[in-house]
């Protein structure tokens, strides 16, 4: 449990860090993850079926790549000798005024830090390709994910029927 939080906290961070890296945590992945979002999405219109059960298959698989990227990173931070809260640390101090620096010596300019963060958005960019392909085993493309992700943010019938959907084994 304190290892899925560490990794969510890393995760947030590298969203400062990078903004195009989700936080998500919770519910659906963001559309914006995987590929920009039409500036008109189209009508909403009833998805059928088998676009539901592929979506609901590209999820689950979207699902397990992001844990494993996550204990990825946990571990590159850990790897160089940091602690994901330091490395958290020193992140928050390039979003943030230099009073809420770190105090202690690893700095943004630590040599451990820029590996961590080079393996991290190495890390980061192989799991946006293995979800992207995910995706596209199922029979979608990645635009057609995004389409439906987005409908399902909107659309409490078809967030429903996903949800069912994720339920069957």
């Not at 979608?140 to 409908?151: A, Y």
Request: hydrophobic share 45%; glycine share 2%.
């Amino acid at each position: 449990m304190m290892r899925v939080l560490l990794a969510l906290a890393l995760m947030v961070s590298c969203w400062w860090l990078n903004p195009t890296l989700p936080a998500a945590a919770q519910g659906l992945p963001s559309s914006q993850f995987l590929a920009a979002v039409p500036t008109s999405p189209p009508a909403p219109t009833r998805v059928p079926r088998a676009d539901v059960a592929q979506f609901a298959q590209a999820y689950q698989a979207i699902q397990e790549i992001r844990a494993t990227a996550e204990a990825d990173m946990v571990q590159a931070v850990e790897a160089v000798g940091l602690t994901v809260d330091r490395f958290n640390a020193i992140a928050d101090s390039q979003t943030s005024d230099s009073a809420q620096a770190p105090k202690s010596s690893a700095r943004p300019d630590d040599p451990r830090f820029s590996a961590a963060l080079d393996r991290i958005l190495a890390l980061r960019q192989q799991a946006e390709m293995a979800m992207a392909s995910a995706i596209e085993e199922t029979g979608l493309s990645v635009d057609r994910f995004n389409q439906i992700l987005d409908q399902a943010n909107e659309d409490s019938d078809l967030y429903q029927r996903i949800g069912e959907q994720l339920k069957q084994p």
